[in-house]
């Protein structure tokens, strides 16, 4: 069992030092690159008279501007800043870059193994980066709570929901929050309706699955 542990263990720190040389290369590299065609499209936007010119330099910039907002989004997933000062510090942060206004609320003492961190952590990301793309709202809800046995996660919005029949998740995105889920013997569970919002509750047992 110790060296099932320690091999577990082992994984899971080549995979965050993985996580970490992509993050750096993405951001040394792609990011650098995506900076640089926006200031050549603007530069490019203000030596000419031609409007359609000036339009099509426009167009370039503000393509530019949206892939590098891609790709900070997406180094920010794979080395989340702010998660060591917990995970609500951390969604707050994520949520200020994605331009949506986080209320949070916290039941109970966060002290949270690892890996359960870990887990509500990307399923945040992944529920909170839906909001921006599909609810139609700039303001979305978490509330964490935690006792002896469990912890609790609810995030909701008040936007446009989706029809959903229940066991039929209709993205790869919610079978994934769902998957991460249960690989902590936790249960998953998604109310929504169309124009009445959408509703993701995540309870992990602490003392199965978060050991």
């Given amino acids: 069992i110790k060296r099932i542990k320690l091999t577990q263990l082992e994984q899971e720190t080549a995979l965050a030092a993985e996580r970490n040389r992509l993050a750096r290369d993405l951001h040394d590299s792609v990011n650098q690159l995506l900076f640089s065609l926006s200031l050549t499209a603007r530069g490019g936007a203000e030596m000419t008279d031609n409007p359609e010119i000036k339009e099509t330099f426009s167009y370039m910039q503000d393509l530019a501007q949206e892939a590098l907002s891609e790709m900070r989004a997406l180094i920010w997933q794979l080395k989340p ?6 995970i609500i ?5 994520y949520s200020q870059m994605l331009g949506l206004k ?5 039941n109970g003492v ?17 529920a909170l980066a839906n909001c921006k793309k599909h609810s139609g709202e700039s303001t979305a809800d978490v509330v964490l709570t935690v006792d002896e046995r469990t912890v609790t996660m609810v995030i909701s919005d008040c936007g446009r929901g989706f029809h959903y029949r229940e066991n039929d998740l209709p993205s790869l ?3 994934s929050m769902k998957k991460r889920t249960e ?3 936790g249960l998953f569970k998604l109310i929504t309706e169309p124009n009445k919002g959408t509703n993701i509750e995540i309870i ?7 050991n």
């Fill in 89 to 93: 510090c951390a969604m707050q942060t």
């Fill in 110 to 126: 966060i002290c949270l193994p690892g890996k359960v961190e870990e887990t509500l952590w990307r399923i945040g990301q992944e």
């Fill in 173 to 175: 995105g919610l079978k």
């Fill in 204 to 210: 992990i047992p602490l003392e199965k699955g978060g």
């Fill in 183 to 185: 690989a902590l013997n």
């Fill in 102 to 106: 986080l209320n949070s609320k916290v």
């Fill in 81 to 86: 800043r702010g998660l060591e000062n917990g």
